[in-house]
C-alpha cells in the first residue's frame, strides 16, 4: 500500500537519484520536480534518467523570469548583501524552487514534498520554512535528516555502492573536489578541498568569471537604464548591442561579467545554523547591477529615505538568507523598499575592467542633483556663510554634552587635548616674580 505521494525535488545528480529510488523502496508514490533557474543542465536527460528510474511524473519548469523578477529584482533593490559580500545566489532561488513545487504538490494531490539538502546546511531551512508557510498542511520529507536513512547512507560510498546495485547510472569523470549550486545569478563551491580557508582556490574553478589571465585587455561600459529601481534596458555603446526584456538583459550582462572577470567573492560566512563556511561565488550581472543601482540611487533619492532604507537592508539580506522569504517581517521589507524605489529612474553608466566594475556617469529624470547649488562658483542660491549658523546650531548639543562631561570628571577628552600654551603675559608674571626674589 502506498504511503502517498511526495514531489521530490530533482536534480538527476547522486544523491537525489538514489533517493529517488529509495523513497519508492519506502513505499511512497515519486514525482520529481526539476526547477529551471539558468543552471548548465542537460534537462532533457534529467528527465529521460527520472522516468528510467521509476518516477511516475516528471516536472520540469523555467522558472528563470519568475526567478529574475520576483527574487533577484527586489534584491536589487534593497541592494541586498549577506555579511557585506555575498549577493545571495542560492538563498533568493530556493523561495523560487520551493513555491513551485508546493504548486506542483497542489496539482498532483501530493501530501508531501521531498529534497537532498545535507542536515549541516542553509538549503534544508529554505526549504523547509518556504514550504511550510506557503502550506502549513503539507509534510516535508528530508532523508539527510531521517536517522533511518543515515544508517544505511554513512557517506558517498554507500550512495555508489546502492546506485551500482540499483541500476542508477553513475557520474562520469572525476567528482569535483567540492559541491556547487548553479543558477543564472550565481555559482557556488564549498566543501571538499575548500573547507581549508588558508587553501587558495585553483583558478581553472572559476566557470562564471573565466580564468583571469584570459579577462578583456581594454575596458568596457554599459549604460543601464532604470525604472522605479528595476533595470529595463541595457546598452553596450561600443558594440550597439542592447536588450529591453529582462531575460535577455541580465544574459548580457552576464556574458559582459565573465568577459571582464566581475563577480567573485571568497569568504567565510555564518550559517544559519550556527556554523562557519567557506564559500567561493561568482555573481557576474547582479554585481554589475548593483554597482549601478547604488549610483543612481545616489542622484535619484532623498538622503533620509535612503538612511531608512539602508537600515532595512541588512535585515531583508538576513531574512532572505536564513529562509525566511515568505514572512510577513520580508512582505513588510519589500513594501517599504518598495516605496523607496518609486523614483529611482534614469542611466548610469559602468566601467567594466579586469575584475572590478565602476560607475562612471549618470542621468535621471528625477534628480536632486542640482548644479547651481552644488557649484563651488555659485553664490546667489546658496551662499556659504549661511553654513556657519546651521553649523552653531547643530553643535548645540555637542557643547552642552562635553561641559557635563567636564562638570562630572568623565571628560576622556581631556588627556587627548595639549596643555594650553601660555600667554605672553603669564611668561611677563613669572619673570617678574622671579626678579623679586
Same mark, same amino acid.
Given at each position: ?8 525535488? $530533482?536534480? *538527476?545528480?547522486?544523491? +537525489?537519484?538514489?533517493?529517488?529510488? $529509495? ?25 529521460? !534518467? ?22 533577484? $529584482? ?5 541592494? #541586498? ?17 520551493? !513555491? ?16 537532498? #539538502? ?17 502550506? %502549513? ?6 532523508? /539527510? ?31 569535483? %573536489? ?5 543558477? @543564472?545569478?550565481?555559482?557556488? $563551491? ?6 581549508? %580557508?588558508?587553501?587558495? #582556490? ?44 529582462? &531575460? ?34 561568482? +555573481?557576474?550581472?547582479? +554585481? ?22 539602508? @537600515? &532595512? =537592508? ?10 525566511? /522569504?515568505? =514572512? ?18 534614469? /542611466? ?17 529624470? +528625477? ?45 576622556? &577628552? ?16 613669572? *619673570? ?6
Amino acid at each position: 500500500m502506498s504511503k502517498g505521494k511526495v514531489i521530490l525535488a $530533482y536534480s *538527476g545528480g547522486l544523491d +537525489t537519484s538514489v533517493i529517488l529510488k $529509495y523513497l519508492q523502496e519506502e513505499g511512497y508514490e515519486v514525482i520529481c520536480f526539476c526547477a529551471n533557474v539558468g543552471q548548465d543542465e542537460d534537462f532533457d536527460a534529467v528527465r529521460k !534518467k527520472a522516468v528510467a528510474l521509476g518516477a511516475s511524473k516528471v516536472y520540469v519548469e523555467d522558472l528563470r523570469e519568475d526567478f529574475l523578477i520576483n527574487y533577484i $529584482y527586489p534584491a536589487i533593490k534593497a541592494n #541586498a548583501i549577506y555579511e557585506s559580500r555575498y549577493l545571495l545566489g542560492t538563498s533568493l532561488a530556493r523561495p523560487c524552487i520551493a !513555491k513551485r513545487q508546493v504548486e506542483v504538490a497542489h496539482a498532483e494531490g501530493a501530501q508531501f514534498v521531498g529534497h537532498g #539538502a545535507t542536515g549541516k546546511g542553509n538549503d534544508q531551512v529554505r526549504f523547509g520554512l518556504s514550504v511550510y508557510a506557503l502550506d %502549513p498542511t503539507i509534510k516535508e520529507l528530508a532523508p /539527510w535528516r531521517d536517522d533511518k536513512f543515515l544508517a544505511r547512507f554513512r557517506g558517498r560510498q554507500d550512495l555508489l555502492n546502492y546506485a551500482r546495485a540499483k541500476g542508477i547510472p553513475l557520474p562520469s569523470g572525476e567528482k569535483p %573536489p567540492y559541491s556547487m549550486d548553479d543558477n @543564472m545569478m550565481h555559482i557556488s $563551491y564549498e566543501s571538499g578541498e575548500l573547507e581549508d %580557508p588558508s587553501r587558495v #582556490a585553483e583558478e581553472s574553478l572559476y566557470g562564471k568569471t573565466g580564468r583571469w589571465d584570459q579577462w578583456a585587455d581594454a575596458p568596457e561600459v554599459v549604460r543601464i537604464h532604470f525604472s522605479n529601481g528595476v533595470p529595463v534596458r541595457v546598452e553596450l555603446p561600443a558594440s550597439g548591442e542592447s536588450h529591453d526584456q529582462p &531575460l535577455p538583459m541580465f544574459q548580457c550582462l552576464t556574458r559582459l561579467g565573465r568577459k571582464h572577470g566581475i563577480g567573485r567573492v571568497d569568504i567565510v560566512e555564518d550559517r544559519y545554523i550556527g556554523l562557519k563556511s567557506r564559500g567561493v561565488y561568482e +555573481t557576474p550581472a547582479v +554585481t554589475i547591477l548593483r554597482c549601478a543601482h547604488i549610483d543612481i540611487e545616489g542622484i535619484a533619492m532623498d538622503r533620509e529615505v535612503m538612511r531608512l532604507r539602508d @537600515m &532595512l =537592508s541588512p535585515e531583508f539580506s538576513k531574512l532572505a538568507y536564513d529562509g525566511f /522569504w515568505f =514572512s510577513p517581517e520580508m512582505d513588510f521589507l519589500v513594501s517599504a523598499i518598495n516605496k523607496s524605489q518609486e523614483l529611482i529612474d534614469g /542611466w548610469v553608466d559602468v566601467r567594466c575592467y579586469k575584475g572590478s566594475c565602476m560607475a562612471i556617469a549618470r542621468q535621471s529624470p +528625477t534628480s536632486l542633483y542640482d548644479e547651481k547649488l552644488a557649484s563651488m562658483e555659485e553664490v546667489d542660491s546658496f551662499s556659504p556663510s549661511d553654513a556657519g549658523g546651521f553649523i552653531r546650531i547643530q553643535a548645540i548639543r555637542l557643547k552642552a554634552h562635553r561641559e557635563i562631561l567636564k562638570k562630572v570628571g568623565k571628560d576622556r &577628552l581631556a588627556s587627548l587635548l595639549p596643555e594650553p600654551t601660555p600667554t605672553y603675559a603669564a611668561f611677563s608674571e613669572v *619673570g617678574e616674580h622671579e626678579a623679586d626674589g
